[in-house]
């Protein structure tokens, strides 16, 4: 019998080709905004100022200050931003890094966000705030900073190149793996995440061949959409765990990370997975699931293994300890110290993992 609590966040969502363009002063009066806090990095104020220009009269003041990862000074000066302005809304237009900047200010002053996202990271449907403070990264849920409204419109991403477009797409998928074993897993989170799969492999494949075509960024922006929401519900699991903490302790490219150790994790997990792999390999259209995962970053132009990234073999035994630590006690798999020395060292030597033990 299935067992499960499904809390499930509120949020309205606008999705369509050109719907920020046709939409966003609708979207702004919805949430009843007479002066706006717009929050949009560098690269990302010249779209902002296009899409506030029906609505420029309600632009209170513009912060163009972001930063990766939401340093506690630039979440202070957004603050600042936001009080001197005396701000009702915050209007987010941007990446991952934007949309934490604004809900950094959610977190502090309460202030609804509409987020128009311009890449596939998914922060905009997750209460998961992150700030930085020298290096060292924070992370809580607070429903505060859920934005109050998303508009997705693909094509403001098409000028996202295209191996971001990779990175952000295939962190996606991973999102959409773990949702199925995660600790707060759930039917509705797993519906989400199967169709995610689906419209990700379909946008990877189509964008890294034609950049700027609408139909594989539309795929990708719905991926991202239906990934973000089952992370969100679901929570992370053992591939993230792994991912964050060799990220932190030897400073591995993110997306690059995930990718590699994706396949090795979906083969640990895989004998006690059943209805997770024939979800997956629904999506897939395929039942080898790990390989086709191979072959997807491989395809991408993801390096083969983490040596590749200049991991350490001796680094390996240096993390176990801490992954099993924080791994979550009901992964699929348990999680033993030699089990993930398994997974690490087929991920680091590159060793298809449904192939005969070396
Ligand atoms: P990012 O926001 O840092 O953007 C990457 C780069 O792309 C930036 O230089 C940005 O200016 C540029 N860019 C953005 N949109 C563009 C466009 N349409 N055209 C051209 N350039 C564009 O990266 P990201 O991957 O979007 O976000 C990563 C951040 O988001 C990380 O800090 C990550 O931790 C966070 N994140 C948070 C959550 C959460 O739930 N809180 C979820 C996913 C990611």
């Not at 513009?62 to 001197?84: M, W």
């Not at 083969?304 to 699929?332: F, K, M, Q, W």
């Amino acid at each position: 019998m299935t067992m499960f609590t499904y809390d499930g966040l509120p949020g309205r969502v606008v999705f369509g080709a050109g719907v920020a363009r046709e939409r966003l002063l609708g979207e702004v009066d919805l949430l009843g905004a007479r002066r706006v806090l717009v929050i949009a990095g560098d690269t990302e104020s010249e779209i902002a100022t296009r899409l506030c220009a029906p609505f420029a009269d309600r632009v209170a003041a513009t912060f163009t200050q972001v930063r990766p990862h939401v340093p506690v000074e630039v979440a202070e000066l957004a603050r600042k931003a936001s009080s001197e302005a005396d701000a009702d809304l915050v209007l987010s237009v941007g990446g991952g890094s934007t949309t934490g900047t604004a809900k950094a200010v959610a977190l502090t002053t309460g202030l609804p966000v509409l987020a128009v996202p311009t890449t596939y990271a998914g922060s905009e449907v997750t209460p998961v705030w992150g700030m930085t403070d020298r290096g060292r990264k924070t992370t809580g849920t607070d429903r505060r900073v859920l934005p109050k409204t998303v508009v997705y419109d693909a094509e403001l991403t098409v000028t996202l190149p295209v191996d971001l477009s990779v990175a952000s797409g295939l962190n996606a998928v991973a999102h959409c793996v773990e949702a199925f074993w995660a600790p707060r897993r759930s039917p509705v989170a797993s519906a989400m995440a199967e169709d995610g799969i689906r419209h990700l492999v379909a946008g990877l494949t189509t964008v890294t061949g034609d950049p700027t075509g609408p139909v594989g960024r539309g795929e990708l922006l719905l991926g991202a959409y239906l990934a973000g929401s089952a992370f969100a519900v679901a929570g992370s699991g053992l591939h993230h765990k792994i991912c964050h903490v060799l990220g932190g302790a030897f400073d591995l490219p993110h997306a690059q990370t995930h990718a590699i150790v994706l396949p090795h994790v979906l083969a640990y997990n895989a004998p006690h997975a059943t209805e997770a792999c024939a979800r997956i390999a629904r999506a897939l259209g395929r039942t080898d699931i790990v390989t086709a995962l191979r072959e997807l970053g491989a395809g991408l132009g993801v390096p083969p293994d983490l040596r590749a990234l200049g991991l350490n073999e001796s680094d390996i035994d240096t993390v176990l300890a801490e992954i099993v630590a924080i791994a979550p006690p009901d992964n699929p798999t348990p999680v033993t110290e030699e089990g993930l020395r398994t997974i690490l060292h087929a991920a680091w030597a590159g060793t298809d993992p449904m192939g005969p033990t070396p």
